[in-house]
């Protein structure tokens, strides 16, 4: 998912406003691994995105939740 390609940032251009390097950013986009929670919210607020397009939990992960 290419984050920042619809507000016209590259991915250097997003890596540098995370201070990461390109590949690290692109594993977020390509789900290799997941952004901090401190990072996470740094795009959002960098993308003007709401939670929902950043957080997304599937019922699948729901499911492991012990409560």
């Not at 995370?18 to 959002?44: D, M, Q």
């Amino acid at each position: 998912m290419r984050l920042g390609k619809k507000d016209g940032y590259t991915q250097e251009q997003m890596a540098s406003k995370l201070n990461v390097a390109r590949t690290t950013y692109t594993g977020y986009e390509n789900g290799n691994f997941a952004p901090s929670l401190e990072t996470a919210l740094h795009i959002k607020k960098i993308l003007k995105y709401n939670n929902d397009d950043i957080f997304l939990i599937s019922n699948d992960s729901l499911t492991n939740i012990k409560t």
